[in-house]
């Protein structure tokens, strides 16, 4: 008897100090990677870019849907329309070899992306226009190992990808933060440069 007693109050003890451990993580801000404050304004988010297939788009509806957000094929039933605008990639020489042969690359993925939500007071309208995300990532380039390098440029792009989507929605959240506190339009944001 004494034994199973001991057993659930060793069982008891681990449930309450796991408890704590959380309730002391969240009291610190601590968030899951990916986690973001969405206002209400985007619960239902009309998504619109000139490629429905890349992976940018596919990235930023699943943060939508993560954060509580639905992504809605129908405009007129939207409570925010996000517009991405332009989405491109380019890559340029910045070290040649002995031999003249390219032996590192700087890529560039920049996206233009507007926002608007759709709300009964003015104050708590966000508007994001024409914002620029550019970001950059370097690589080396072997001449002699060229699937390696081929790949790492892939996952490179990717990356970049992934991170664009996560800036856009950490904009987005700060934009609404703000709109909370004044009423200065969103549109004061500086534009984003992100290279690591």
Do not use: W
């Not at 509580?68 to 409570?79: E, L, M, P």
């Not at 332009?86 to 890529?107: F, M, P």
């Amino acid at each position: 008897m004494s034994e199973t007693k001991s057993k659930y109050q060793r069982l008891f003890m681990n449930g309450l100090l796991s408890i704590m451990m959380l309730t002391v993580v969240t009291a610190c801000g601590f968030h899951l990677r990916g986690a973001f404050e969405l206002p209400k304004e985007m619960s239902a988010v009309y998504l619109q870019a000139k490629n429905a297939n890349s992976e940018l788009l596919l990235d930023i509806k699943r943060t939508l849907k993560t954060n509580g957000s639905v992504v809605v094929d129908d405009a007129s039933k939207a409570t925010a329309s996000l517009k991405i605008k332009s989405e491109k990639q380019t890559q340029r020489v910045i070290s040649v070899d002995n031999n003249g042969r390219a032996s590192e690359y700087e890529l560039k993925f920049e996206v233009v992306y507007s926002l608007s939500t759709i709300s009964k007071t003015e104050k708590n309208t966000i508007r994001i226009k024409d914002r620029k995300l550019e970001l950059i990532r370097d690589y080396l380039y072997d001449s002699t190992a060229v699937l390696g390098s081929g790949r790492e440029k892939a996952t490179l792009i990717r990356d970049m990808q992934r991170d664009a989507s996560r800036l856009m929605m950490l904009q987005i959240q700060a934009a609404y933060r703000k709109s909370q506190r004044s009423d200065v339009d969103s549109e004061s944001l500086a534009p984003v440069k992100s290279k690591p």
